[in-house]
């Protein structure tokens, strides 16, 4: 039997080579960048919602069920550049760095997830040009520095304000849906700092918090517990204060109906998820449907939301849509079962 | 910052995005080639002779900008209050050598008094547009739109045109019974986006250098938030992020460009406001733009491209000191600002003694010797006064042109739809006065 | 014989008290209105919602209140555009006639909130239709806020330009200090020497923005006779509307004078000029 292709090593990709192998199938994992782990990896991120446990408790397992089984072929750096459908399975272009190389596959798991919204796209945020406008992957590496100061000045701030829906929920930068994790991240930064430094001030300006199903214990906890302030509005744009030491968040507090300015020494931009680099490039590549927004779309999404619709091409994870961890886990293992039976077949 | 590419990128998605997502963002210039095949509409081509230059627009959109030839579409705010405003425009252009006519057979674009009292409405103004494109197309001079507001009214209005319609019969029918006809330019073009391609040129005939001069930038709202996606940006200027005009001139000129954090706010024009409501305009004005322009940036002037920008800016700030807000920075439109530059007369050219906030500080640190020019200037009104004969940038209009909008045998590009007119005498084209 | 020679200068038709009063930003209609008020609250209500702009321009509303964030009226007055949003989405006819009352009149018309607004609405079109409809009907806040216009309205319908130089008279603008009109007093000579020093013929007027001549304006005057802007007018002033006719109807004599003279200049001409008759 070849072997199945899982494109893609984040979250999703991971699990779905560890079930393939633990199927007994042959697995050729293809990752671009030259390490397993996805975006979790890539940003270093700190703890991870709901349960609070550091993502390297949580990416950890996953990994090394990858990286020590023997019928999984790791190919790190290395991307697929060309494929063609064959009677079973597909016939693929790897090429890295210095060479290319031609396999054949018995089916394929696209598992290319998603990239972090540019905030600097959302101008008014000043993100880009003032450096204490943040972005979350920052202030992930920041929590898992234990370092939360102000990059202008390295000094501990004392308010933070976290900005929900940046790239997301907008038609003027093209996003119109929602990215699924901004609020509970958001919100678990929030506590984290908190947790770490109470004398330190947490804002989180929101237009919905969804925080769904089991979730809203933390949204609540995150008040009840650790004192996190919640207005409900948007911050419309961040400015410099006079003297240049502050910014000010420029909003509509909804619930009292008043336009607001209120000065914050750190702003945080819950960036939302758009379509990966590597999940476009794969679209054009496998010829699958995307949507408007630019996701693979399955087939049939409600009732087999991994199969493609296309012989022997199945999908897992962000690649079709937002995505928290537990959710591209259980969808990989899904995708390694149904591309298990077709490559049976 | 972002590189060029990836602006690029940002924009093409903007465009892809948006058009996929309900959000009617069409190109309308192709929709309007569409109607003139069905003989619905006449669209006003841009032709080799106006020497067009290729801008980009938010959407990554090519936007051709005609640079000669040009049928100045002036604004009522800029002639009734700031005559440098539009004089400067004329001059750059007898500079540049370029041919215009500048008539009075025009109407203002109405639209200051609609989104100041709402007594029109879209019909109305749509036939207005095309009143003073068709005047423009049988004169074979393409539109150059002086004001911000009329730039994104005409936007609005030849959108309206082409999607609706029946708006579009109503206005044709109109249109016939004074003998015209539905024309719509090829592209709507402000003024700015003229100076933004002209920079080489003018550069070129720079006569006081400006490195020392800290600008500091108001962007008309109606130029860059009303039909946004035809807004000219250049990623030259504040990486692609904010809108190419004026920004781009006071750069080219060797200006600093500060930023400030107010920048996207308006100026306090309001349409009604600056008439009946002006203490809110002076309030607005001052502490919203003045004041983050001078205590942040430290700006020796502040330039805009827009009439109502320029009038709020500058009349607001004499009543300030009242309030305690005594600036007084200098509040130029980039015209007047380029002009000065080139060496054009203070008074009689950007006729700065229309502004309140005095430009003669500004003028010193260009190295502008506004002393003598002031003189000359006490000198050239008294020579007026005693009946001497005005010095102009264009020949004057004759007698028959008060009652009639005729057409001194131009050639027209369409006989067939427009009759061309017989051969008349001189016309009333640009270039020095003799 | 400058088409605007003469044009008067006065406001629209208000009583003394009401021109006294100064027009306020706070929401009226606290009190209970009327039969009548409530049967044109209903009238106005239903043309709101069947005006076809009503759809393109209302898309939806998650209650963001990022378009209020950049509204600087909202910073000055009892005014927010995510309010006047959820009134045209959501209001039923007695809060859009309250909306109609003055607060319409706070939008500054900056498009901030057209440009913010994540759900794509068109929040300053929207009230510029509020407001047609006020102004339409004749609304009385609406003849108290446009009260100041009279002038600059006068100008619009008959020469269509909305600003004079001789507009800027020092009692109305005092607080633009002594340059605002080209000063006479600094450079003493008059107003007309100063405009006479703009170096091109066609602005050298101060009655008028530009020298318009008297076909354009004729034309201007035809196209609000036919698309219902006059009509408009006479709902709000129905004294002004009469003077501007008057002024109309002399254009139309000096025009019709001016073809006789210039005759044989005109001869053999085609296009616009031959076909126009006023
Ligand atoms: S998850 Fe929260 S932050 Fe993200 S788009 Fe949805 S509502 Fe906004
Ligand atoms: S257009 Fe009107 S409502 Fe919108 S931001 Fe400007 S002033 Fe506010
Ligand atoms: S910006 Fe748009 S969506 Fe947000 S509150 Fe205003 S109208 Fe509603």
Redesign the interface.
């Known amino acids: 039997m070849n072997p199945v292709l899982v494109l893609g090593g984040g979250p999703a990709g991971l699990s779905a080579a560890a079930e393939l192998a633990a199927l007994g199938a042959p697995t050729l994992l293809v990752e671009r960048e030259s390490y397993l782990g996805g975006n979790p990896q890539r940003w270093h991120y700190s703890l991870l919602a709901p349960d609070l446990r550091p993502a390297q408790e949580v990416m950890g397992p996953l990994l090394s069920r990858v990286e020590n089984h023997p019928s999984i072929e790791r190919r790190l750096s290395t991307s697929v550049v060309r494929a063609e459908l064959r009677p079973k399975g597909y016939q693929v272009v790897l090429k890295t760095q210095d060479s290319t190389e031609t396999r054949d596959v018995s089916a394929v798991v696209l598992a290319t997830g998603f990239d972090h919204f540019d905030s600097r796209r959302k101008y008014e945020y000043g993100y880009g040009r003032y450096p204490d406008v943040l972005d979350f992957k920052e202030v992930e590496q920041m929590l898992h520095e234990d370092r939360v100061v102000r990059p202008s000045d390295g000094k501990p701030p004392r308010r933070i304000a976290w900005i929900l829906c940046v790239g997301s929920r907008d038609v003027q930068v093209g996003n119109p849906w929602c990215c699924r994790m901004g609020c509970v991240v958001s919100i678990k930064q929030a506590v984290e700092v908190r947790q770490r430094h109470p004398e330190i001030d947490a804002y989180v300006y929101y237009m919905d918090i969804r925080t769904y199903g089991l979730w809203e214990d933390l949204y609540w906890k995150s008040m009840q517990e650790y004192g996190v302030k919640f207005v409900r509005g948007r911050i419309g744009a961040v400015t410099l204060a006079e003297g240049g030491s502050r910014l000010i968040a420029t909003g509509e507090d909804t619930i009292l109906s008043r336009p607001t300015e209120v000065p914050f020494d750190m702003i945080v931009l819950a960036s939302g998820m758009e379509p990966g680099t590597g999940t476009k490039e794969a679209a054009t590549l496998f010829g699958v449907p995307v949507g408007p927004e630019g996701f693979l779309t399955p087939r049939v999404s409600d009732l087999n939301p991994v199969d493609s619709g296309l012989p022997g091409l199945f999908f897992a994870g962000a690649a079709t849509g937002p995505k928290a961890i537990p959710d591209a886990v259980t969808e990989g293992m899904g995708a390694a079962l149904r591309a298990f039976q077709y490559a049976r077949l | 910052?972002?590189s060029a590419n990836?602006i690029r990128k940002?924009v093409e998605?903007?465009?892809?995005?948006?058009r996929?997502?309900?959000?009617k963002v069409l190109d309308v210039r192709e929709e309007m080639y569409h109607l003139e095949e069905k003989g619905e509409l006449i669209v006003h081509r841009i032709r080799p002779e106006n020497r067009p230059v290729e801008l980009r627009t938010l959407f990554g959109w090519t936007k051709r900008i005609p640079t000669d030839r040009l049928w100045h579409h002036?604004?009522?705010?800029?002639?009734?209050?700031i005559?440098g405003y539009?004089?400067s425009l004329?001059?750059l252009m007898n500079e540049t050598g370029r041919t215009y006519l500048?008539?009075?057979?025009?109407?203002?674009c109405?639209a200051?008094?609609?989104?100041?009292?709402?007594?029109?409405?879209?019909?109305?103004l749509a036939?207005?547009a095309a009143?003073n494109f068709h005047?423009a197309y049988?004169t074979d001079h393409f539109p150059l739109i002086h004001c911000g507001t009329s730039y994104?009214d005409y936007k609005e209005m030849r959108k309206l045109l082409v999607e609706n319609a029946a708006v579009r019969t109503?206005v044709r029918?109109?249109l016939r019974?004074?003998?015209?006809d539905l024309v719509l330019p090829e592209e709507i073009v402000h003024y700015s986006e003229w100076v933004h391609a002209m920079r080489p040129e003018i550069v070129a005939r720079q006569k006081h250098p400006v490195h020392g001069v800290v600008t500091t930038v108001h962007e008309p709202?109606?130029y860059?938030?009303?039909v946004?996606e035809d807004a000219v940006y250049d990623d030259a200027v504040y990486a692609g992020?904010?809108p190419a005009v004026p920004s781009g001139i006071l750069l080219a000129l060797g200006a600093t460009v500060a930023d400030y954090?107010?920048w996207?706010?308006?100026c306090?024009?309001?349409?009604?406001?600056i008439?009946?409501?002006?203490e809110?305009s002076?309030?607005?004005a001052n502490l919203?733009k003045i004041r983050p322009m001078v205590?942040?940036a430290h700006s020796d002037v502040a330039i805009t491209s827009d009439t109502g920008c320029v009038t709020t800016l500058d009349?607001s700030q004499?009543?300030g000191k009242s309030h305690g807000l005594s600036y007084l920075l200098p509040v130029l439109s980039d015209v007047q600002f380029a002009a000065l530059s080139l060496g054009a007369h203070p008074?009689?050219?950007a006729?700065v003694?229309?502004?309140?906030a005095?430009a003669e500080g500004l003028l010193s640190k260009m190295g502008i010797d506004w002393r003598s020019a002031k003189a000359e200037?006490?000198e050239?009104?008294?020579a007026?006064?005693n009946g001497a004969a005005?010095?102009?940038?264009?020949p004057?209009?004759g007698e028959?042109?008060?009652?009639?909008?005729?057409?001194k045998g131009q050639v027209l590009p369409d006989p067939e739809v427009?009759?061309?007119?017989?051969a008349g005498s001189a016309t009333t084209e640009g270039g020095p006065a003799a | 014989m400058s088409i605007v020679a003469h044009l008067p200068r006065r406001a629209l038709t208000l009583t003394e008290e009401e021109a006294a009063a100064p027009p306020t930003m706070e929401l009226a209609g606290r009190k209970r209105a009327t039969a009548e008020e409530r049967a044109l609250a209903t009238t106005i209500f239903g043309e709101f919602h069947a005006d076809s702009r009503h759809r393109e321009f209302v898309l939806g509303c998650l209650n963001c209140g990022e378009c209020t964030t950049g509204c600087p009226a909202a910073r000055f007055y009892d005014f927010s555009p995510r309010e006047m949003l959820q009134i045209a989405q959501n209001g039923d006819a007695t809060t859009l006639w309250d909306a109609m009352q003055e607060k319409i009149w706070a939008c500054c018309q900056c498009y901030t909130c057209n440009m913010r607004c994540r759900f794509g609405n068109d929040i300053a079109g929207i009230i510029s239709v509020m407001r047609e409809l006020s102004v339409r009907h004749g609304i009385e806040s609406t003849r108290r806020a446009l009260a100041p216009f009279g002038r600059s309205l006068t100008l619009l319908m008959t020469v269509g330009t909305q600003v004079s130089s001789d507009m800027i008279q020092p009692d109305f603008f005092r607080d633009w200090g002594p340059f605002a009109t080209g000063s006479d007093k600094v450079w003493q000579v008059s107003a007309d020497i100063m405009r006479k020093a703009i170096p091109s013929d066609v602005l050298q007027t101060t009655r008028s923005a530009w020298e318009v001549s008297v076909q354009t304006s004729l034309e201007l005057f035809r196209i609000y006779e036919e698309t219902g802007v006059l009509d408009m007018l006479r709902g709000l002033d129905p004294d002004l509307t009469e003077m501007l006719v008057d002024i109309i109807e002399e254009r139309r004599e000096e025009f019709a004078e001016a073809r006789e003279r210039f005759g044989e200049e005109l001869k053999g001409m085609q296009g616009p000029v031959a076909t126009f008759s006023g």
């Open positions: 910052m972002l990836e940002v998605e903007r465009n892809v995005h948006q996929g997502t309900g959000k002036k604004s009522c705010g800029q002639c009734g209050n005559p539009p004089s004329l001059w500048n008539e009075p057979h025009q109407t203002s109405t200051w008094n609609y989104h100041g009292t709402a007594t029109s409405n879209p019909v109305a036939a207005v009143r005047r049988e994104g109503k029918e109109v019974k004074m003998g015209r709202c109606h860059y938030k009303m946004p992020q904010r954090s107010t996207y706010d308006c306090g024009f309001g349409f009604r406001h008439l009946s409501e002006r809110f002076r309030s607005f919203r205590e942040e009349k004499w009543i008074y009689k050219i006729q003694h229309w502004h309140s005095s200037f006490q050239y009104l008294r007026l006064k005005p010095e102009l940038l264009h004057a209009h028959i042109e008060k009652f009639f909008a005729i057409n427009v009759p061309a007119l017989s």
